[in-house]
């Protein structure tokens, strides 16, 4: 298997019992991938230029609490 169209033929011979066990092993891995990425971002300083941006909004009020972000009423 080559392509991503054999996979995905390959995938929908599978079980469906079968089929939701690789998403949720892919899926654990691509945030395991991500948390690394971030991790590795942090740690090069790519983040720092929008962290500063943050801090700066957090100084000049220009930001909202999470509960009144999260309030849909």
Do not use: C, N, Y
């Amino acid at each position: 298997m080559s392509t991503v169209e054999e996979i995905s033929e390959a995938l929908h011979r599978l079980p469906t019992e079968q089929r939701w066990g690789l998403l949720h092993r892919f899926s654990d891995e691509l945030w395991a991938d991500w948390d690394q990425q971030i991790e590795s971002d942090l740690k090069s300083g790519g983040l720092d230029e929008l962290l500063a941006e943050a801090r700066a909004d957090i100084a000049a009020g220009r930001t909202r609490s999470l509960d009144e972000v999260l309030d849909h009423s």
